[in-house]
Nanobody
Framework: VQLQASGGGLVQAGDSRRLSCAAC????????MGWFRQAPGKDREFVAV????????YYVDSVKGRFTISRDKAKDTVYLQMDTLKPEDTAVYYC??????????????????WGQGTLVTVSS
């Protein structure tokens, strides 16, 4: 398994949750990492991305100020800290790896590897 996502669950609106994505060393050492989500009946959408170095990150507008993406190189793991969760954040969350985080970072086709999803359900 190259990417393993975990941390989903049922939370209440306003709560926090942290998702983790463990990557194999080959990916963790050189790939940018992103998070996408897919709500029921909707297309998969970009959530956040972090560069290989960890020095650059981007977010979709709807999560700015609430979500934080980070990476721990020592653990080959990327995190998505989600605060002040809203019911509209309910979705299956996927982590993904890209060999080139360029201007197309929002596009799922830009990513080479995907983890299995982890479901986050936010109740109102």
């Amino acid at each position: 398994v190259q990417l393993q996502a975990s941390g989903g669950g049922l939370v209440q609106a306003g709560d926090s949750r942290r998702l983790s994505c463990a990557a194999c060393r080959r990916i963790a050492s050189r790939y940018g990492m992103g998070w996408f989500r897919q709500a029921p009946g909707k297309d998969r959408e970009f959530v956040a991305v972090i560069s290989w170095s960890g020095g650059t990150s981007y977010y979709v507008d709807s999560v700015k100020g609430r979500f934080t993406i980070s990476r721990d190189k020592a653990k080959d793991t990327v995190y998505l800290q989600m605060d002040t969760l809203k019911p509209e954040d309910t979705a299956v969350y996927y982590c993904a790896a890209s060999s080139h985080i360029g201007v197309w970072y929002r596009m799922s086709d830009n990513y080479d590897y995907w983890g299995q999803g982890t479901l986050v359900t936010v109740s109102s």
